[in-house]
């Protein structure tokens, strides 16, 4: 609990005076029991089934996904913390997905990755994980959308709504209407504030993670998982891409550097010494970034409609997952938005569970 304090810590809390963060604390905590973990994970990981077709048929209509799939090592350095992660790992796949039966360990464990340092001691290989770059895969979208036909409102601020009786009529901007057959509040750490103008407040906070990008010599071959540190190295285009970290400090977006000198710390066990003194990491590192990934209490995001409302939905609060579940987030919520059925695959994402 005292690491909790520390800016180096993985999960790092800064106490707020704000009776809104104590409250999602202690929602928070009280959401923090084995059988909650449990049932949170099979609700996502059921919902996640078909992630990989639907990044496929994106792919075939001409999206540029930058998916690969170069499978992920997770690294450790004690046998022991590796043998507990991988069982753990194995009784939440229950199937789904291939996991290794064992770790491998000692000077074996390197070999499934050119760039794990000697202080590995420990690892096992899932097959197939995927890896995108998530600002590429944004702008493909985007570029995508235009080239059907679909108009794409830039730089335009969405302040609220029009409604008449229990529709949504036309979403309010900054520079004026839009007229709108249905809506999706989709907006991140803003969706609290839009679905507050249709008076359904989520409890919304931002956890916020840190990631850089850095030339290493040998790059890994796979995303690597640094598992007592939980922090990953994944292979984007040229480049690799390492973060981590949580930290609750409230709704804002200030970039911590002692977060990124973390970051960077933790990795060196896992990738060797990439730099000798935090001071260098300002000539070697690009792109440092900071971003609230929206949570709420349960750790489960919302995809539903918004009460009271017949054609506005929410899907929001999918923190750490939002590129790997934003395709089939759109795929159930289109089908909910044309049958007016609720696919059950959401059910355990309702709006009113947080009642």
């Known amino acids: 609990m005292r690491s909790l304090g520390r800016p180096d810590s993985p999960l790092y809390l800064r106490p707020l005076p704000d009776p809104a963060f104590v409250r999602w604390l202690w929602r928070f905590w009280r959401s923090s029991t084995p059988a909650a973990f449990r049932r949170g994970y099979t609700a996502v990981a059921e919902l996640n089934r078909t992630t990989f077709d639907l990044f496929d048929g994106l792919r075939e209509a001409g999206v540029d996904t930058t998916l690969t799939r170069p499978g992920m090592v997770h690294a450790f350095l004690s046998p022991t913390e590796a043998r507990h992660h991988l069982a753990l790992q194995q009784e939440m796949a229950d199937g789904r997905y291939p996991i ?200 489960l995001p919302v995809i539903d409609r918004v009460p009271d409302h017949a054609n506005a939905y929410a899907a929001t609060g999918h923190g750490m997952l939002g590129v790997t579940l934003g395709p089939v987030t759109g795929h159930r919520l289109t089908e909910y938005i044309l049958t007016g059925r609720r696919p059950e695959a959401l059910t355990p994402f309702r709006f009113d569970r947080l009642r």
């Open 100 to 299: 290794p039966d064992d770790v491998v360990t000692g000077d074996e464990a390197r070999l499934l990755d050119d760039a794990l340092s000697s202080k590995v001691r420990a690892a096992y290989l899932v097959e197939g994980e995927g890896v995108v770059d998530p600002e590429a895969f944004a702008h493909g979208l985007g570029q995508a959308l235009v080239a059907s036909g679909v108009k794409v409102h830039e730089n335009v601020e969405a302040v609220g709504f029009r409604t008449s009786g229990d529709r949504v009529t036309a979403l309010r901007t900054a520079q004026g209407e839009i007229p709108c057959a249905a809506v999706v509040i989709a907006a991140g750490m803003r969706s609290s504030r839009l679905l507050t103008s249709l008076g359904h407040p989520l409890p919304l906070q931002a956890g916020k993670g840190y990631s850089f990008s850095v030339d290493l010599d040998p790059a890994p071959r796979h995303t690597l998982y640094f598992g007592e540190r939980r922090a990953v190295a994944s292979p984007i285009g040229t480049t690799t891409r390492i973060g981590g970290t949580m930290e609750l400090s409230g709704n804002n977006n200030r970039l911590d550097w002692r977060r990124v000198v973390a970051v960077a710390l933790a990795s060196r066990h896992y990738l060797g010494r990439w730099f000798e003194d935090p001071d260098d990491l300002v000539g070697l590192i690009r792109d440092p970034w900071v971003g609230g990934r929206p949570f709420l209490p349960d750790g």
